[in-house]
């Protein structure tokens, strides 16, 4: 069986808003941030800065003083502690050795052409490759001059200060990017961006994943959702939520709190609980498990709720059908008797679309319907359900589709 990918949208994979008034909001907060920094917090760490960076005086790379023995020869390297040159390889003594040299700290002399070398200490080393080219010219290349230290050029306060103000914006530039993504992750807004299955509004169960399956054709005929096996059907954007709870509950259902949307649940269930057959029962049931998983993006129920919902409209949907394919007929002619009551002429059509997905995820063979028909929707006070049989096999073969 092939790992197919489930689409869900590029904004929720990253959780990244692509409005340009809000990206717009972080430009001045963050030079804001930059410029606080800068100002305030530049000047006292600069001190510390500063004693950090300098060396100590006397070390490798520093200036030398007048304290500072001038060398001759190797001989004379080998027996000084620190030491100072007036010339780059070739010494007084003929001999020429390597030299690595700070330039920011040489000094001149009262001499034309006559410098003063930074402090050195006389080193052993293991040559590169580049320097034994002239290994026949040099006395040795075992040894070399070290008059550069552990130098590092020292900032000016004023660049020290725009630095830091930058480091500091762009590290909680990152930060805030790393607590946004785990704060909307585990809020429902979006999915993780790396590792999907941990995404809150997957199933968790046997159950979960079944019930999600019922309103699968709805979940997937909508732009703004994002499909099965989300258990809401889209993630907890504001846009979502809002339209969810505004339009989709409170005006096309006068659903405002909990206790409204359990009662219009339950209505919708007893209707065909203990019936063998009733009219158009796909189309209530189905709904009724659609209704739960937006009650749940809202709020209006918790998770343990939510199961024990979906277990009690569950096992009424599987005492009315005996597939997947009636299931989807009892919902389908449901759907076109309410869009012909509603006065809609194209009902025929629109049925005819909803048919053409439910085709199209039938034929799917890691999709909703690829969930056994008979799986167990025992949901135990307390206890919720420990059955994952089916929903480890769902989420092996689920991709968050980044295309």
Not at 25 to 53: C, D, H, M, R, T
Not at 132 to 148: A, G, Q, R
Not at 248 to 268: K, P, S, Y
Not at 374 to 379: E, H, I
Request: aromatic share 12%; net charge negative.
């Amino acid at each position: 069986m092939s790992a197919t990918q489930y689409k869900l949208s590029n904004k929720n994979i990253y959780g990244f808003n692509t409005n340009m008034y809000q990206m717009l909001l972080w430009l001045p907060a963050l030079i804001a941030l930059s410029l606080s920094v800068e100002f305030l917090l530049g000047p006292l760490f600069y001190k510390i800065y500063q004693k950090n960076v300098t060396l100590e005086e006397g070390a490798a790379g520093t200036e030398a003083g007048a304290e500072v023995s001038l060398a001759q020869s190797i001989a004379d390297m080998e027996n000084l502690d620190t030491f100072t040159l007036y010339h780059y390889i070739q010494l007084p003594s003929g001999e020429k050795v390597i030299a690595h040299i700070n330039k920011k700290a040489i000094q001149e002399t009262d001499t034309p052409g006559e410098y003063r070398m930074p402090t050195g200490v006389w080193k052993e080393w293991t040559p590169p490759d580049e320097v034994m080219v002239f290994e026949d010219n040099m006395t040795l290349t075992d040894h070399y001059i070290d008059m550069y230290g552990d130098y590092v050029p020292v900032l000016e306060e004023s660049d020290y200060g725009r630095l830091l103000g930058r480091s500091a914006s762009a590290w909680i530039y990152v930060v805030f990017v790393l607590l946004y993504r785990v704060i909307g992750v585990r809020s429902r807004r979006f999915a993780p961006a790396l590792f999907w299955k941990r995404d809150p509004l997957l199933p968790r169960n046997d159950l979960e994943c079944w019930c999600a399956s019922t309103f699968a054709i709805w979940a997937h005929s909508f732009s703004m959702l994002e499909g099965w096996p989300l258990i809401t059907g889209v993630h907890g954007k504001r846009k979502a939520v809002s339209n969810f709870r505004k339009v989709a509950l409170g005006e096309q259902w006068d659903i405002r709190n909990r206790q409204d949307g359990l009662q219009t649940v339950h209505e919708l269930t007893e209707r065909h609980a203990g019936q063998l057959t009733t009219m158009y029962a796909g189309w209530d049931l189905c709904r009724a498990t659609q209704l739960l998983g937006m009650m749940y993006l809202v709020k209006m129920i918790d998770r343990e709720e939510l199961d024990q919902e979906f277990s009690r409209v569950g096992r009424v949907i599987q005492q009315q059908f005996h597939s997947w394919d009636e299931m989807a007929e009892s919902y389908l002619d449901g759907y076109e008797a309410w869009r012909r009551q509603s006065g809609d002429p194209d009902a025929a059509l629109r049925t005819e679309q909803r048919r053409a997905i439910f085709m199209q995820l039938k034929a799917n063979p890691d999709g909703p319907y690829s969930v056994p028909w008979r799986t167990d929707l025992t949901w135990t006070q307390g206890k919720g359900t420990e059955n994952r049989a089916v929903v480890k096999k769902v989420l092996t073969h689920y991709r968050a589709s980044q295309t």
